[in-house]
């Protein structure tokens, strides 16, 4: 059996990384096995126990197959036997058909026989509930107890298209084309609808794992397994649920720096947790967290299956562009301009060409023509002005990628116009993806033209998207790594206000052990001072500085902008008196009275932009940070952007220069650029603040005033929530 | 000849209804011809004119064809004449490709003869710069004198599928299906390839038009053609420009009522018109009139090629939803969760089934299925399985619409479980969509299957969005004819304003002239008084009212807040001297020192919502109205909605329930909700006065308090910009 470290001699792979579990090496017994035995294996045409054999034999298995049935002696022509125990050779991996209630022992068989990997394809696990939760448990224990690895249950199979294995170990009625794209599938009916799919495209795989129940081998298992396999270069996962984020998240963060990894999530729209306190809570959708953690590791999301495929052509089939300066050559007006709609949503630009370009493109086109960018040779273009052109354009160092586009006229033969646009492209390390917009026919003997590497695509604005893909991936995949933040944080004092508040079972925060808190951890609040009384006004007023805000403190009043309740901008005694009174007058008119405790007065930051800084907690990806622009219509402006915990100095950065309102930061309205660093680092410090307690629930520290200098940046208010249990 | 008018008995067809042009009976002579020629007929195979020789015979023209070519005798083994001229039949049509210099003559040769339409191919018109826009003035004036009409130049030609017609007066080498929509294209190219396109989703078309340079006839003379035409049920449309919007928006909005309009319109992202001075200019990007033009008219907009064929396929096979309540049912959970994700999105609801459909569902499906929605049958669902329940749902008075998403197993035969979905939505006044995860064969094979009517999908989010559409469409049919606002307005006393301002050859109004001029038109402003001098305040104060807010009056300071210009919330004489002295004292610290007018007393609102109010004028489109969430950070919110001039009260109340804000007028955070009825009045008047005066190039109100009665809400501040040209 072929080791996974001797197929690379790289020598990073001989000493395993340690973050690498050792036991994916382990994975071998399943994907690399010398030998089969099919346990529910079937002579019954339609069955899944005989439509896996059969697909065994007909993929070419370059291993041993032995059909496992007690009730038949010859299967599909060969030798069958009554249990896995009666093989007489060593069987590696089983695939395991039987119907659920047998499935444990025939899972007991394999450990004993020394079976290395099971794949479960049989359901009644998991997914039936309460009785299938059992069955799982002990299945899992034989695994345990044996030693062995398991992919599903509740599964379609698994393929390794390796000319060493060409084994297809599923029931798929399409027999895949070997390749480099590595597939995992959370659901089998969309594992079987998507490799029909690959193939149409003439997508060729390397792996293909249906993950089923996931009860013991998990996508990351399998993201590890085939991190530096060099027979894989691209990664598609369907995906509609996350087992272990963090672990997801460690794992493609360094994987997405090598191979890119492209994913469709289901389930966008599920409802979200309960019902929030907070800003950061109630902004908080159910989808923002896979949203963010997908960013964050640098994972592309394709919104469809259609769009993941059409991210895995381009991918598949071209280079990488170095930039995002795309050119468009066509034969019609009408696509390119569909074309140039959807460039800048793509993230990507309209490459502006050379004079020299404009000049060498010009000579040999219609007068007629346009050789500006998109360039438009009209409708009597054949495939010797496309390649051409292309070649033009191609060479033009403010290019980074092309798309050609053509309509087939009445005059010209479309296959040899692909044959052309094929043949200029070929070499280039820019790269060139292909809109045919003909008939299904036309399309079809493209596809199927031999050695074609282009990426064909049907509708101009799909070859855009993949292309603008293409780009955010190699940014992503070059950024820099971010080194590790040193705060200087002082964890025992917030832990000691941590300590009171869950000594007297409280959940909510006190405004002042919030501050505790916060300030223990390196972000500053606006300095402030309690005056109960008007006479302590003045003294409260000196120990803080004028200009001053001055806000009411009542239990009774929770909106005080509403009740006038507060004042802004006070520069003498004079005004703060006068502020007091005209308050305290409207206080008194309020029924029921509330009861005043004084009021609170507090530094006042002109030119300072309020922003907000939070917390929430989701179930399943644990903290998620959001930074977005504060104040108390933070709701409203839904200008804010979630990180899942933990975060990097680059995502609090991208965090911040995401927002709509980053513009309010650099200077806006004459106003001095503000310290926006300031703000970062406090982003950094709450992230290390949820690292070192996992009883925060959520936190909102709304407004936090960011001015012109580190100095000028605190906080002004916050509300802070609690698990007492967890302290 | 069919008439028009003789095949629709509609008593309101026989009397023309007044808007409509007389001149559009006339386009019967392009479309429904008894005879045509071919200027330019050709022998040689490739060539336009031999190819659409070709495609009127092989398409089974019921008219006379009549080639013309000096050159040749005999062309296609018909009698070819040197000239329209020496044809001695009547000749109701012409076709005419000849090279460019020839066009004219050709032309005349029509005019002369009696020809009623020309359909011009070729090019070398408008689109070539000043050569051509000479050709095409000429050509216009010879039809003008002739009283011929003209589709073109340099388009691909036009079709009309009637049996009684059976026209195919284009060079598409795909003969057209027969089918109720109507297509007309912007494109000759993207004509072709959305022709061959529908051909193979199965979807026939009445009549097709490539307009070309739409030099005289022109999209909406179409519309109008075919608003009443029983063989047309459906229009599509392939946009790059607007000819007349206003004329489209008149004959949209009607045709809406009756059939649907599908829109693909190109270039959304053209760069915007010149830079702009008000809020409401720069808010407004380059595809936002588009964008609301069509919404207004009730066309319904699709993003992509793709997106126009998925909704034309759910319009042409299927009935519309009565609401927007979708039922899922589905043999594979995957499909189903991408479906249940893209629900929302596409303004659509999962249905919630009745206890008596879940029971009947269960009934049949083994226990581990799903009955709530989506169904899931899992994977071993057959035909009779979908046909059973699909029908259970669509008798569920709680469905509106139903999606069956289908992965084929390896047991199932996949044409026989379509053929069951078929039968059993047969007759259903609920419209069911299919998403057929499939491979090619068995996809082609379903599309292929006599006498099916369903639209097939091959990804799920495409049926979802297509169901959107429709019930989008539905609501927008349906929606009640808008009576017209009568508003007391005093045009006089606006147009005075304008007059002195425009005798100065001034662009830009004072505040008090654009308050006069709002006045005039029911808008009412804060109350407000100018105190010179600090004596002068108290005087000011008691006309206006406490509580106040006193703004700094200067010509240098364009951005009072951030110099402590402004002041709120003053209930005093004292407060108000104190504010006085503060701002006086901080104006005194600007360098350069500032020359201070004194300061602007106004009223205070309390608990009023600041929102914005605008027009800006697009070069195509006309003025734009905009609403939105108001104050300083309204280009940082960017919570604004805009409607194409003139708009009507629905158009209002749309534009201002749209915004993410609306809740804030909606009784926010404890707030009592504010009178929305008086900020869509004051939309309403600035609508009629931008009727009234089109020399108003932008304008905005902004800050418009919204208060909790129509007393309470005013305008605060406004700038308005005009053309003193056109007063």
Chains 1, 2 share one sequence.
Not at 262 to 281: C, I, P, Q, W
Not at 698 to 711: C, K, S, W
């Amino acid at each position: 059996m072929k080791k996974r470290t001797s197929r690379n001699p790289d020598p990073a792979e001989s000493a395993p990384s340690p973050s690498a579990p050792p036991a994916s090496a382990s994975l071998d017994g399943l994907f690399r096995p010398r030998s089969v035995a099919v346990i529910g294996a079937s002579r019954r045409r339609g069955t899944i126990g005989r439509e896996l054999l059969h697909n065994l034999l007909e993929g070419d298995f370059q291993g041993k197959v032995f059909p496992v049935n007690p009730k038949a002696d010859v299967i599909h022509s060969m030798k069958s036997y009554p249990s896995v125990l009666s093989i007489t050779d060593e069987v590696d991996m089983a695939v395991v058909v039987v119907p659920r209630d047998e499935v444990l022992q025939a899972v007991e068989d394999c450990g004993r026989k020394g079976v290395k990997g099971v794949v479960v394809l049989s359901s009644g696990f998991r997914e039936i509930g309460a009785e299938g939760i059992e069955r799982e448990r002990k299945l899992l224990a034989i695994l345990r107890r044996y030693g062995m690895r398991m992919i599903g249950p509740n599964c379609m199979g698994i393929i390794n298209a390796e000319p060493g294995y060409s084994m297809n170990a599923t029931f798929s009625p399409t027999p895949p084309v070997g390749g480099s794209i590595a597939f995992m599938s959370q659901s089998g009916a969309m594992g079987a609808a998507i490799l029909n799919h690959a193939k149409s495209l003439g997508l060729g795989i390397s792996m293909f794992a249906s993950m089923g129940n996931k009860a013991d081998v998990s996508g990351n298992d399998l993201l590890l397994y085939l991190e530096d396999d060099p027979g894989t270069s691209l990664f598609l996962l369907y995906l509609e649920s996350f087992g272990n984020p963090r672990n997801f998240t460690r794992v493609a963060r360094r994987i997405t720096r090598k191979k890119p990894i492209l994913v469709v999530k289901a389930g966008r729209t599920a409802e979200g947790a309960a019902a929030a306190v907070s800003h950061t809570g109630a902004m908080a959708g159910a989808d923002v967290a896979v949203e963010a953690l997908l960013g964050q590791c640098g994972v592309l999301r394709a919104d469809s299956i259609e769009d993941l495929f059409d991210m895995a052509m381009a991918f598949t089939f071209q280079p990488l562009p170095t930039g995002p300066r795309v050119a468009l050559l066509t034969d019609a007006g009408g696509p390119a301009i569909m074309a140039a709609d959807t460039v800048k949503a793509a993230g990507l630009k309209l490459a502006r060409f050379s004079e020299a370009t404009k000049a060498r493109l010009r000579d040999g086109l219609s007068p007629d023509a346009s050789v500006a960018n998109p360039v438009d040779m009209l409708g009597h273009s054949g495939g010797e002005d496309y390649a051409r052109c292309l070649r033009i354009i191609l060479e033009d160092e403010g290019v980074d990628g092309v798309i050609t586009l053509y309509v087939p006229p009445v005059m010209h033969d479309p296959i040899s116009v692909a044959g052309s646009i094929f043949e200029a492209a070929r070499g280039s390390t820019k790269p060139v993806l292909c809109v045919f917009m003909a008939r299904d026919e036309v399309l079809n003997a493209v596809l199927k033209m031999e050695g074609q590497k282009l990426p064909i695509f049907r509708f101009p604005e799909s070859a855009v998207k993949a292309m603008g893909a293409m780009a955010r991936y190699r940014t992503l995949r070059d950024r820099p790594v971010d080194e590790t933040p040193v705060l200087d944080v002082d964890r025992e004092a917030a832990a000691r206000v941590f300590a009171a508040a869950a000594s007297g079972n409280r959940e909510h925060l006190a405004l002042e052990e919030a501050r505790a808190v916060f300030e223990a951890y390196g972000i500053r609040f606006a300095k402030s001072r309690v005056a109960k009384t008007r006479a302590g006004l003045g003294a409260a007023a000196e120990a803080v500085g004028y200009p001053l805000v001055m806000k009411i403190l009542s239990p009774d009043i929770s909106h005080k902008t509403e009740v006038g309740g507060v004042a802004t901008d006070l520069r003498t005694k004079e005004e703060l008196l006068a502020a007091w009174d005209g308050m305290m007058d409207r206080a008194k008119a309020i029924e029921p009275r509330p009861r005043i405790e004084g009021v609170l007065l507090q530094e006042m930051r002109r030119g300072a932009q309020e922003m907000i800084l939070g917390v929430t907690t989701d179930p399943t990806f644990g903290p998620l940070l959001m930074a977005g622009i504060g104040g108390v219509l933070v709701e409203v402006a839904a200008d804010v952007a979630f990180r899942v915990h933990p975060i990097t100095p680059s995502d609090a950065a991208e965090m911040v220069a995401g927002l709509r309102g980053a513009r309010l930061l650099q200077g806006f309205r004459g106003r001095k650029p503000l310290c926006v660093e300031a703000y970062r680092d406090a982003l950094l410090r709450l992230d290390r603040l949820v690292a070192d307690f996992e009883g925060i629930v959520e936190l909102d520290i709304n407004p936090f005033m960011v001015g012109e200098t580190a100095g000028d940046c605190v906080a002004v208010d916050a509300r802070m929530r609690i698990d007492p249990t967890k302290f």
